[in-house]
């Protein structure tokens, strides 16, 4: 679907602030208020704007015991579907964060959290790697997360500047 | 001391009218300053990188005068394809420390004791200054507000007189963000042409536009024997503290600047120029994303300000909006310290910026989203109080 620039505007604006108020986006992009909730209804409505979520750094919540893996899965790709029926039955567990189907040495980058490195060991003997069609999985752990989806999480973002300048 | 050692030049120089307001707010907590003329942003990562990989290294020595001739090949290359004006990297073009520099030297290339260069206000508090450091005469002119600030050809033709050597010309200014589109500066053109004046075109802000395609002054019909172009990476590259800016010029011009720029100065800092080598290969979609965010912040400041009473019209570029205060009664002198005091927010008086910017505040929109957020709140307050 083509975006208007207008509307390719508040997408951009909502994915980096998805608590912005309304009105002050609507200046932002020099619109009225009515027509600037309208649009973004109707973006939502045709799921380009999928979900409002946050950004947590779990490395400072203490005693959280979760952890990520991402996991390079090579499979067998079936007539007909692709790699599409593949990728739907992985993505269905609810420990799978996200899937993507990838250029190079292998098909698909599983994430999958899980509270422990038990956990997710079961998840991938058991689960994962006992489908047809995967051939096979490399899995590699997230040990601390600096930057997440744009974010640096340990940033010191003060300003520098003097108050008052020419 | 028994003689006054301080000589009469020095003496006659007034104090920055912007100077108290920083004495004034440095002092205070909870600040939100819209007071900054430079952006928020840091300089792109790419080109920090850029400059510790020139130290490590070793490029610690001098350049040559006019800057690394790598650096005036990329200048040359970046001004023919951004801006579509042609000038030679070996001859006409100087790497200066900082615009600024660039001014100066310009301005002792040129003028002869009482020669008079016309400075459109509101301006950049240091273009008189500096015509009255080179012993010119800084004749002034006012652009008004009921013309967006922009100046009329037919109010240069008032001052101009036979000691006129120069026009000093600022698009997109600062402080009232105007920018001139190619018939305006067609008309200045011609007034230059008809009086046979220089223009020094400060064009630091060219890379800042938001709505109109941006048109340098040398690209106006015959206007590139006449124009001494004044550039650099402060403002669009982020690189305020660099102190890196260029100035272009035809080769008479320049080869006489040069003289000046290698007794005064010597040559840029060599380390910011490899940063800016880098800012100008791989700077640009950094420029592209801060002029993205900076035209989000412009509507959303101008139209907040215009919400809350305060008239102001939308800026074609820089980073800052101008808006009236008049309809409050106060001085813009008044309004901006009571602001600062009653509500903590920084913004600067337009009247340091000349007569004609009396009646109205400067106000920075180079800082986050939050701040503009959190300084309309307070300016609302501040309004409806002494309303």
């Given at each position: ?35 600037t909730k309208e649009i973004i209804k109707k973006l939502e409505e045709q799921k380009i704007i999928v979900k409002y979520t946050s950004v947590i750094d779990w490395g400072k919540v203490e005693d959280h015991s979760g952890l990520t893996a991402m996991i390079d899965v090579k499979v067998t790709p079936q007539r007909g579907v692709g790699f599409d029926e593949i990728a739907e039955r992985i993505y269905r567990y609810k420990e799978v964060k996200s899937v993507y189907l990838m250029s190079g040495a292998y098909d698909l980058s599983v994430e999958i959290e899980g509270k422990s490195m038990n956990e997710v060991a079961h998840f991938v003997s058991q689960k994962l790697s006992t489908l047809d069609s995967v051939i ?31 | ?387």
């Amino acid at each position: 679907m083509k975006l208007t620039e207008k509307e390719l505007e508040i997408v951009e604006i909502l994915e980096k602030d998805a608590r912005i108020h309304t009105d002050d986006l609507a200046k932002m992009v020099q619109l009225s208020l009515p027509v600037t909730k309208e649009i973004i209804k109707k973006l939502e409505e045709q799921k380009i704007i999928v979900k409002y979520t946050s950004v947590i750094d779990w490395g400072k919540v203490e005693d959280h015991s979760g952890l990520t893996a991402m996991i390079d899965v090579k499979v067998t790709p079936q007539r007909g579907v692709g790699f599409d029926e593949i990728a739907e039955r992985i993505y269905r567990y609810k420990e799978v964060k996200s899937v993507y189907l990838m250029s190079g040495a292998y098909d698909l980058s599983v994430e999958i959290e899980g509270k422990s490195m038990n956990e997710v060991a079961h998840f991938v003997s058991q689960k994962l790697s006992t489908l047809d069609s995967v051939i096979s999985t490399t899995t590699h752990f997230i040990l601390k997360k600096y930057k997440h989806d744009g974010t640096i999480f340990e940033s010191d973002d003060d300003d520098k500047r003097i108050v008052v300048s020419p | 001391m028994k003689k006054n050692y301080l000589s009469k030049k020095a003496q006659a120089l007034k104090p920055s009218g912007i100077r108290r307001f920083f004495d004034l707010a440095a002092g205070m907590k909870g600040v939100v300053s819209l007071g900054v003329g430079e952006p928020d942003f840091v300089t792109p990562w790419t080109v920090r990188e850029a400059a510790i990989l020139s130290i490590e290294q070793g490029y610690t020595s001098y350049s040559a005068n006019a800057g690394l001739l790598e650096l005036r090949k990329e200048i040359a290359s970046y001004m023919q394809k951004q801006f579509n004006v042609a000038y030679s990297p070996s001859t006409e073009i100087i790497v200066t420390v900082g615009a600024s520099q660039a001014i100066d030297i310009a301005m002792r290339t040129i003028l002869d004791p009482g020669d008079e260069v016309i400075i459109i206000e509101p301006c950049f508090v240091s273009y008189s200054p500096m015509v009255e450091m080179a012993d010119g005469v800084p004749v002034h002119v006012q652009a008004l507000k009921e013309n967006d600030f922009k100046i009329l050809p037919s109010q240069l033709e008032e001052v101009i007189t036979e000691k006129t050597k120069a026009i000093m010309l600022c698009s997109p200014n600062n402080p009232t963000g105007s920018m001139l589109n190619k018939k305006e500066l067609e008309d200045i053109a011609e007034i230059a042409d008809k009086y046979d004046l220089l223009v020094i075109a400060d064009e630091i802000y060219a890379e800042l536009v938001y709505d109109e395609e941006y048109t340098s002054l040398a690209l106006i019909n015959g206007m590139r024997e006449r124009t001494i172009l004044i550039s650099g990476f402060s403002k669009g590259f982020a690189m305020t503290g660099w102190r890196l800016g260029f100035v272009c010029a035809p080769e008479e011009i320049t080869q006489a600047m040069l003289k000046i720029h290698q007794y005064a100065i010597m040559c840029a800092p060599t380390m910011a120029q490899f940063a800016a080598i880098e800012a100008l290969k791989n700077g640009r979609s950094d420029v592209e994303e801060m002029v993205k965010s900076y035209r989000r912040r412009r509507n959303y400041i101008v139209q907040s300000f215009n919400d809350m009473g305060l008239t102001c019209h939308l800026p074609g570029g820089a980073f800052y909006a101008f808006p009236s205060i008049e309809s409050t009664g106060l001085s813009s002198e008044e309004f901006a310290e009571r602001l600062l005091l009653e509500e903590s927010v920084a913004v600067v008086p337009g009247n340091v910026f000349g007569a004609s910017g009396e009646g109205h505040i400067r106000c920075s929109y180079a800082t986050s989203m939050e701040q503009l957020q959190e300084a309309v709140k307070r300016m609302k307050q501040f309004i409806e109080k002494i309303s």
